[in-house]
């Protein structure tokens, strides 16, 4: 990308840091790209497209993202970036955006010299193509996400109270109710260890097919319908906030989980062959495997 210099790359970067501080539970990685448009002028060479598609501006942050992944100032996480506190700290020592963007670069190659075969040389070719493998894997990824996310937040909500039903079932778990269509004063499914329900604890699910995360105060309503022999399980499509999260974690008179889309997906994906046809086909999915870059 001879038409980017590092002092523009830096600029970008620098900016993109920023504006991930303003949000601790991080940006989904296109809103996070559309901001960084909005607050930068892009240049009518980044405005363009390149031949196989994919407008240049988003593409060029990306590549250079890699960098700062591997310098550990960036967490990419279920399509979600963060800034981390080291990141934070790069931002504020390094104001020339040139030199920002050459002390990423190096943490970059530092990282590539520790692995098991280093590449004999890190400023040709290869380091480009392994950039452009771990991009492609990351746009595929995201994409992925987006379809799945679109499919559940426009599924019948009794339909997805099923899914979960479905995949608690898979789990080994015995599902003796599913609330019906209407009011269900916080409490979407119940279930036992065992199939007569006569073992503890019992289990209260609450579903949430939203796009925005859950704040705290929906944690702490739902907590508020546990028993003393009862634990709690929280799904949500759009996840929790990180205040959500850390009651959840820190609570000690009320168990629960918290399962957002990603950790959704991921334990639908571990008991699909214990689902069986009915339930797959509320949630139809194929693997498709990539060459992975080295992590």
């Known amino acids: 990308m001879a038409d980017i210099t590092a002092a523009r790359t830096g ?31 892009p240049t009518p060479y980044e405005l363009g497209s390149f031949e196989k598609g994919g407008l240049r501006f988003d593409k060029i942050v990306r590549f250079a993202t890699v960098d700062c992944v591997k310098a550990k100032w ?8 963060f800034v981390t506190e080291a990141g934070l700290a790069a931002v504020k020592q390094f104001q020339d955006p040139a030199l ?6 190096r943490h970059y190659r530092a990282w590539k010299k520790a692995q098991p075969v280093p590449d004999p040389d890190l400023d040709g070719d290869d380091e480009d193509d392994e950039e452009v493998v771990s991009v492609t894997l990351e746009e595929a990824q995201e994409q992925a996400r987006e379809q799945i996310a679109d499919y ?9 109270q099923k899914l979960v039903g479905d995949l608690l079932s898979a789990m080994g778990y015995h599902v003796a109710w599913i609330a019906p269509p209407g009011r269900d004063d916080g409490i979407d499914l119940l279930a036992y260890p065992d ?7 019992r289990i209260k699910v609450q579903v949430k097919r939203y796009a925005a995360a ?5 944690v702490n309503a739902f907590m508020g319908n546990l028993g003393s022999d009862e634990v709690g399980i929280f799904v949500a499509t759009g996840g929790f906030t990180r205040d959500a999260e850390a009651k959840a974690r820190t609570d000690k008179q009320h168990r629960v989980t918290l399962i957002g889309l990603d950790a959704l997906v991921k334990l639908w994906v571990k008991h699909y062959a214990a689902l069986d046809e009915i339930a797959r086909q509320r949630l139809p999915l194929q693997p498709v495997y990539f060459l992975a870059p080295e992590n």
Do not use: C, N
Not at 74 to 81: I, P, T
Not at 195 to 201: K, V
């Open 74 to 81: 960036l967490v990419k996480d279920g399509g979600r970036w």
């Open 152 to 160: 559940l937040h426009h599924m019948d909500p009794y339909e997805f």
């Open 100 to 105: 920002f963007y050459a002390e990423a670069k």
């Open 214 to 218: 859950i704040p705290v105060s929906e």
């Open 11 to 41: 600029e970008l970067l620098r900016t993109l840091l920023s504006i991930l501080q303003k949000h601790p539970d991080g940006l989904q990685a296109r809103v996070a790209l559309d901001t960084l448009r909005a607050a930068v002028t």
């Open 195 to 201: 199939p007569l329900g006569t073992r503890p604890p």
